[in-house]
């Protein structure tokens, strides 16, 4: 089954107002970016994304924050982006703080299809206690705090039970792929990628090499395409038009001659 899309625009044509999106990437490493400047031009808005972060001012997700396009956060950190650092400490946006390896297993479960599961992380704080702000009132006060969550133990730990996390749409980033939407990911681009795919109902790849169904070795593959709803092939300028959070250079040591 060919599942290669012609533009971004098309891919993201079914994204509406309201709409659950995982996204894959890690700060600015391995982020969709074509399919997440698609969306800000199609306009949705009030957007539930799932993500490790929320891009930075300016680049990634930032730019669908920056437009007052997302209601609500679920992700591990704030990152750099001083914009959702404002936005949520004033109420304009909800925000649901969960440890990182929670977040990447509360998507693989819902991949899965494993509704919940039980995990360490988190027990004796407000991860599992409740009262984690969600929303800010704007005031500064906490207009809208988390839940209490099931605690059991097992073999003498208590664990948390956290829920897995299915979306609405994905949106990932892939180095190659085939037109049946199998998937290859470069090295820490891989990032959170593989596992916001598998917790799309509907997941759009953009991928910077498609090549034809074969090519790819299988036990090279990292996504299979039954994960896979939509492939975008990118351009060779989109696909080298790769932004770098934070540059940095080492200062050269100094030569000692002897």
């Known amino acids: 089954m060919d599942k290669t899309v012609t533009s971004a625009a098309r891919a993201v044509a079914d994204i509406g107002d309201g709409a659950s999106v995982a996204v894959g990437g890690f700060g600015l490493c391995g982020i969709p970016s074509v399919l997440i400047d698609a969306l800000h ?92 702000p969600w929303r800010h009132s704007p005031d500064g006060g906490v207009a809208l705090a988390s839940p209490p969550k099931e605690v059991r133990g097992f073999d003498g730990t208590d664990y948390v039970l956290e829920r897995g996390i299915t979306c609405d749409f994905a949106l990932v980033r892939a180095a190659r792929g085939d037109r049946h939407g199998n998937l290859v990911f470069n090295k820490s681009a891989r990032n959170f990628n593989v596992l916001a795919a598998m917790a799309g109902r509907i997941t759009i790849a953009e991928v910077e090499e498609v090549v034809e169904a074969g090519d790819l070795d299988p036990d090279h593959i990292h996504l299979p395409g039954v994960f896979v709803q939509h492939v975008l092939p990118l351009t060779p300028a989109q696909a080298a038009a790769k932004n770098i959070e934070r540059r940095t250079v080492s200062t050269p040591a100094t030569e000692v001659h002897v």
């Open 41 to 132: 031009a199609r306009g949705a808005a009030a957007l539930e994304i799932v993500s490790n972060n929320c891009g930075i001012d300016g680049a990634g997700l930032g730019v669908l924050l920056a437009a007052d396009r997302i209601a609500r956060v679920t992700g591990s950190y704030v990152g750099e982006n001083k914009e959702f650092a404002r936005r949520y400490l004033t109420g304009e946006l909800e925000v649901e703080l969960v440890p990182q390896g929670t977040l990447a297993e509360r998507l693989r479960a819902g991949g899965c299809g494993i509704p919940a599961f039980y995990t360490p992380a988190g027990v004796g704080t407000q991860v599992a206690e409740g009262g984690l």
